[in-house]
């Protein structure tokens, strides 16, 4: 019975030092199968309770494209209420600290963003670069900057549900493919679906800029989306905005047609 005692309170003292001392790599790992390969985490140092990283975006699994955000990322996390909180920083594109709780539970994960009454993440338009194509043709200039208000995500069976809203504004924008500069300024929402339970609802709106875009779309909670938008150019800003149309979506005339899904 004590060797049973010993035998059982050694591979206890294992275990915790390996959940103590779980390489930062672990997390990298993990978000990288959690993307596709788009999103990575690369020259971790530290633990996956306290450590840091480079994100970096690509086109995913043989792609060569890659762009990284300028500095490190660095977390720290904690027990908290049943879950894990996260506190991520920055100084080129966290405003402070972003806060996230994971709440795992039996076959469910539930992931909420602190609310902040600023932005919550800034990051630079030309890191879109690193997915590919048409990002890394079109070269944009610009910043993109996360708002949240009550967003809370939850996988339940395989499915995501939202609760709250997220808001990107994408801030004076310009590309390499257009003489227009900047192009403007735009705004891109997604919100949970009141009346569809499991969707949520995307719209895109132009708040200033020569280039306008419009569309709205909806995400369903097993991830597959729709989208339908259109771009064209104000009066008098054809001609700067031609090739940029041709590029972005489909031409109808004066128009090009964004889709999605």
Known sequence: MLRRWVLAGSLFGVLFGLVSFAPASWLAQALASATGNHVLLTDTRGTIWSGSGVLVLTGGDGSRDAASLPGRIAWRTGLQGGGVRLMATQSCCVNGELELLLKPGFGRLAIEVANRSDWLVRVPAGWLAGLGTPWNTLQLGGSLRLQS????????????????????????????????????????????????????????????????????????????????????????REEALNNLLNIIGRRQGPRSILTLG
């Open 149 to 236: 208000r009550d967003l809370r995500f939850e996988r339940v069976e395989g499915r995501w549900l939202q609760q709250g809203s997220a808001q990107l504004d994408l801030v004076n924008l310009s590309s390499r493919v257009s003489t227009l500069a900047p192009l403007g300024s735009y705004r891109f929402t997604v919100t949970a679906d009141a009346a569809n339970a499991g969707s949520s609802l995307l719209q895109l709106s132009t708040l200033d800029g020569g280039l306008l875009l419009t569309g709205q779309g909806q995400l369903s909670a097993n991830g597959k989306s729709r989208f339908q938008g259109e771009a064209s150019a104000a009066p008098g």
